[in-house]
């Protein structure tokens, strides 16, 4: 069964900290891109960051450009999003999501992923 898990969300301090971690079960991320979006409540979700198969390309929202770091390992199946610098417009459940794709590419939409993660809670507020 494939699955992708988010963790690593939780209740931040506007300027603080977070890394998420997207887990991947029952295949190899190796030739999937991978893409974070995130929800707001009363907003539609939106496109965050992405990160081709191997790593070497990656695009970013400019809400987030400069905040935000995609990266991955692929040997622990584990893509990461190393948010800095929160504000409380961050707050969203962020989801990852997983999409077959061998080439140097990737893309922030939401229309070329298949496999999609359940969620993980991101709350900046002092």
């Known amino acids: 069964q494939l699955q992708l898990v988010e963790s690593g969300g939780g209740l931040v301090q506007p300027g603080g900290s977070l890394r998420l971690s997207c887990a991947a079960s029952g295949f190899a991320l190796d030739f999937y891109a991978i893409g974070w979006f995130r929800q707001a409540p009363g907003k539609e979700r939106e496109g965050v960051s992405c990160i081709s198969a191997r790593g070497g390309i990656t695009n970013y929202a400019d809400s987030v450009k400069g905040r935000f770091t995609i990266s991955r390992d692929n040997a622990k199946n584990t893509v990461y999003l190393q948010m800095s610098s929160l504000k409380p417009e961050d707050t969203a459940v962020y989801y990852c999501?997983?999409?077959?794709?061998?080439?140097?590419?990737?893309?922030?939409?939401?229309?070329?992923?298949?496999?999609w993660g359940q969620g993980t809670q991101v709350t900046v507020s002092s």
């Open positions: 999501a997983a999409t077959w794709n061998v080439r140097a590419m990737c893309v922030v939409m939401e229309g070329p992923y298949s496999y």
